[in-house]
């Protein structure tokens, strides 16, 4: 009874403990559902922060790109725009942020959205004024210039939409689609179109330039201007040529401001790239911190959970022993009670024999077998002895086994139950499935560095290749160029030979030269007097000439060639005698025709002055009449003053210039 009750107790408690276990399972298998997503949410987050430090990255090295892209457009820009103007815009943007001004809506080039082709026309047209700023009244265009004049930075023209009025002009329709207005294809907001007409409405770009001299022709109050910038303006003006469109403004201008805000939209992603990897990085600590928490968690519940299952072992343990003791009590019972009763049995049976005679029944037979018996008796019973002895050896052997079933197999059996039951193999399934995805990520970053080594590696090969060939095209140029030294050399010894011929040729030809001066001037016929004839015989003549010529050392050889070039002087001097006076002519007849025109605008405008001095004066005194006239010189008074002032020349020009106009009149004063 006592070992019952126990048992019973034992039951329950190993009962508590397996819902223990079975509750720590569970938590167990939530536990590791719980770190498989944080771990899945980290590595989510590690990937997502390796795109973002590689975006930015990529950003970083377009921005740098874009930025030497930028400065080399706003260094054409600077290029193309006078210092002045260019200072005079950045201080305007930088005073307008500065005092918050309203009203300033840019550069006129920033207003206008003009066609590739009308591009040159644009540019030729507008000039600087494409870099006029437009405001919206002239309060804000004066305070901008106060404010410029103030700190003394640039200058820049400005125009108010208030003050602006829109040309009204008279376009020629004659030529159809061949001459549109400029303005007509350029494209601004309406508020903005009296700033784009009052530079660009007063011309028509022409499709040829034959329209456009037709255009210039037929008096239209316009300027014409082909697409290739050539203007001709209504006053009979022409102007054009090449144009740089890499120097244009207008392009130059728009590629920076292109390029400003493509810089801008780089560095806003890198920051938002940066940012997006610095948040990663925080979130990547809390979610480290959560794997962290939800190991130890992992950990502590698996600690308590081996605690229980070796409570519960051990319980398994303890009641197995105790069933054990008690089967066996009750195994020792039963063969006590049945041992009892064959005692019993026995005793009634020996009872009953030794009431009666044991040999009075049995008959001849029988007793000569008892007899025979008795000795086999004695060996039956020492083989029930070593059979009772072999039985205590097995049951001993028994023991020992069940000894160890219960104390080391039962309870491997209970923990390979345990290990099989479903919240084990849940939270195995778990553990199973975060390796694999671990090991995915693994080999997803595996294959991306084999892609990247096998790229390199090609990449490697070719820069191989490109090297072998260079290599090679290098070696064959060190033999060209040993080959070229070697052309060079005998060229050169070549060359040295030919220049020490060349100095025996002029040293000889200068000798020649020598001997021929010394001959002095020949006449043609002496040229060809001599063609023909042997060296010989012409050295032998030339002996005889020369020693015929030893008698007249004394005369001067060279005075035919002197006499020959003073003669050529003497008419080069005369006819450009004859040049001056021609000259001359020509300059005292514009003299003459230029003191005509003077005298007459001094005369048309001594009218109008007298005109104009009759109507004051007789405003200011009533009544009253008053006159300028002008006091003229005499002719003969001139010439004298002339005499004694200039002399002989200004008396000459005087009677020159009186030859072409008649008498001409001089003027001493004004009297009233």
């Known amino acids: 009874a006592e070992l019952s009750t126990a048992l019973n107790d034992m039951s329950s408690e190993v009962g508590d403990k397996g819902r223990l276990v079975s509750s720590l399972t569970e938590q167990i298998a939530a536990a590791d559902a719980e770190h498989a997503s944080a771990k899945a949410e980290r590595n989510e987050a590690l990937d997502a922060r390796k795109a973002a430090w590689e975006q930015a990255d990529e950003l970083s090295e377009q921005h740098k790109a874009a930025e030497a892209e930028y400065n080399q457009a706003f260094e054409a820009w600077q290029r193309a725009v006078p210092r002045e103007v260019l200072e005079g815009l950045l201080a305007t943007e930088s005073l307008r942020r500065q005092h918050g001004l309203k009203g300033v809506a840019g550069c006129l080039v920033d207003l206008l959205d003009v066609p590739p082709q009308l591009v040159a026309a644009a540019d030729v047209v507008a000039g600087n004024q494409l870099f006029q700023v437009v405001v919206e009244d002239d309060g804000v265009g004066l ?12 200058r820049v023209t400005f125009m108010p939409l208030n003050r602006l009025q829109a040309p009204d ?14 303005h007509k294809y350029m494209k601004c907001a309406d508020k903005y179109a009296k700033a784009m007409q009052q530079v660009f409405g007063r011309f028509v770009v022409c499709k040829d330039r034959a329209t456009m001299e037709a255009v210039a022709a037929s008096g239209a109050p316009v300027d014409a201007i082909t697409l290739d910038g050539d203007i001709m303006r209504r006053k009979g003006t022409l102007s054009g040529g090449y144009v740089n469109h890499a120097r244009s ?42 794997v962290t928490a939800a190991e130890e968690a992992r ?103 069940q000894t160890r079933l219960d ?13 099989a039951s479903q919240p084990e193999l849940a939270g195995q399934r778990a553990s199973l499935q975060s390796l694999q995805q671990d090991l995915a990520r693994a080999e997803s970053a595996l294959a991306d560095v084999e892609g990247r080594l096998a790229a390199v590696e090609a990449r490697s090969e070719e820069l191989s290749k490109e090297v072998r060939s260079l290599t090679a095209g290098c070696q064959q140029l060190r033999e060209a160029a040993a080959a070229g030294s070697a052309a060079a050399a005998e060229e050169g010894r070549a060359a040295a030979a030919l220049d020490t011929r060349q100095g025996q040729l002029l040293a000889r030809c200068e000798d020649l030269a020598r001997r021929i001066r010394e001959l002095g001037s020949l006449s043609a016929e002496a040229f060809e007097k001599y063609q023909g004839k042997d060296a010989k015989a012409l050295h032998a003549a030339l002996r005889k000439v020369q020693g015929e010529l030893s008698k007249y050392s004394h005369v001067n050889k060279k005075a035919l060639d002197q006499f020959a070039n003073f003669t050529e002087q003497r008419q080069e001097l005369s006819r450009r005698v004859d040049e001056v006076q021609q000259s001359e002519t020509k300059i005292r007849e514009l003299i003459a ?11 048309r405008t001594f ?9 004051v004066f ?42 072409a106009n008649g008498v001409l009149e001089r003027y001493s004063g004004v009297k009233v």
């Not at 104390?407 to 290990?419: D, F, I, P, T, V």
């Not at 003191?595 to 005369?603: F, L, P, S």
């Open 143 to 154: 305070r901008l210039v106060e404010l410029l004049n103030r700190q003394g930075r640039g």
């Open 169 to 182: 002009v008279a376009y020629p329709r004659q030529w159809g689609r061949d001459v549109e207005p400029l």
């Open 249 to 290: 403004k207008f392009n130059t201008y728009k590629q920076h401001k292109q390029l400003e805000v493509r810089l801008k939209e780089l560095e806003a992603a890198k920051e938002a790239a940066s940012s997006r990897a610095d948040q990663l990085g925080q979130d990547i600590l809390r979610l480290e911190a959560a």
């Open 299 to 401: 950990k502590g519940l698996r600690k308590q959970l081996a605690q229980a299952k070796a409570a519960v072992d051990a319980g398994r343990g303890d009641s197995s022993k105790l069933t054990a003791q008690l089967h066996e009590a009750a195994a020792a019972q039963e063969e006590a009670d049945r041992q009892l009763q064959e005692l019993t049995r026995q005793i009634q049976v020996a009872e009953a024999e030794l009431a009666t005679d044991m040999h009075a029944g049995l008959t001849a037979a029988e007793r000569r077998e008892l007899a025979q018996l008795q000795p086999a008796l004695e060996g039956l019973a020492k083989e029930l002895t070593a059979a009772r002895k072999a039985r205590n050896q097995a049951q001993s052997q028994v023991t020992k086994l």
């Open 407 to 419: 104390s080391n197999l039962l309870k491997r059996m209970g923990q390979l139950q345990a290990a």
């Open 593 to 603: 025709a230029l003191d005509m025109r003077k005298n007459e605008a001094i005369e």
């Open 607 to 615: 009218k109008g002055v007298a005109k104009n001095f009759r109507e």
């Open 618 to 659: 007789a405003e200011l005194v009533p009544g009253g009449k008053g006159e300028l006239v002008m006091q003229r010189r005499k002719p003969g008074e001139e010439e004298s003053e002339e005499e004694e002032g200039d002399g002989q020349p200004a008396a000459a020009a005087a009677a020159a210039a009186g030859t």
